[in-house]
């Protein structure tokens, strides 16, 4: 079964700085997306992507993050300066259609912030 | 914006006895109301999904009902597992801003004890 994949699957990283998290969506897949889970929390929106440009931002989503298709296979997730509140797990979904149906989640990126 | 309300927020059955998961929505344009099992360390997984249009949906042991006048949607598990234990969110999409949005709720931590 198509899966979508995530790297690294643990990420530590200082205050401060710099992260970029990867996501191989399933190949025939047009909508890209980040989740946010806190530990112990609810699954959150960050945004979606759809014909290499962004669809809908949440609140969540500001300055501090960015996503890029730098190419035809890869979905990436930037965040320029980790604040400790960023600690959380990270999921990467993909779907055919827009409108939630058929999401395919990754298994996640464990984001520590130190 | 939407709000997706779940309970109970832990649920502990007896192996073989049946668990019913409960959540409410906010938004009355929301019409597609996915289901996600989410085990230890992996990402939400698609388990069974029901359209507004639909009052339930069956797939051998899970069913889904919606109740669109009360806003309101329950997921039943019969003959529970031992597999059957794991985090289970609920969620609703609907259409806004041009994109079809999707609102998890906070989950529900299900143990089916041997």
């Known amino acids: 079964e198509p899966e979508v994949t995530q790297t690294p699957s643990h990420q530590v990283t200082q205050m401060g700085q710099e992260v970029i998290l990867r996501c191989v969506p399933i190949?025939?897949?047009?909508?890209f997306y980040w989740y946010r889970q806190i530990l112990g929390q609810k699954v959150e929106f960050l945004v979606s992507?759809?014909?290499?440009?962004?669809?809908?931002k949440s609140e969540i989503f500001d300055d501090q993050f960015s996503v890029e298709r730098p190419d035809g296979s890869n979905f990436t997730l930037k965040i320029r300066s980790t604040k400790l509140e960023d600690s959380a797990m990270y999921f990467c979904?993909?779907?055919?259609?827009?409108?939630?149906?058929?999401?395919?989640f990754g298994s996640g990126t464990r984001l520590t912030v130190v | 914006g939407e709000n997706v309300e779940q309970h109970p927020s832990t649920l502990s059955v007896q192996e073989g006895d049946s668990a019913v998961i409960k959540c409410t929505y906010s938004?009355?344009?929301?019409?597609?109301f996915p289901w996600y099992k989410q085990e230890l360390g992996k990402g939400p997984q698609l388990i069974i999904d029901?359209?507004?249009?639909?009052g339930e949906k069956k797939d051998q042991r899970i069913a889904v009902t919606l109740n669109k006048t009360a806003k309101h949607f329950s997921l039943h598990i019969t003959e529970t597992q031992p597999e059957d234990s794991a985090v289970y969110f609920c969620?609703?999409?609907?259409?806004?801003?041009?994109?079809?949005?999707?609102?998890f709720g906070t989950g529900t931590k299900l143990q089916v004890i041997p």
């Open positions: 979904a993909s779907s055919e259609r827009a409108g939630g149906y058929g999401y395919t």
């Open positions: 190949s025939n897949h047009l909508y």
């Open positions: 992507f759809y014909n290499n440009e962004i669809s809908e």
């Open positions: 938004d009355s344009a929301s019409n597609y």
């Open positions: 029901i359209r507004s249009n639909v």
């Open positions: 969620a609703a999409s609907a259409y806004s801003g041009g994109y079809q949005k999707v609102t």
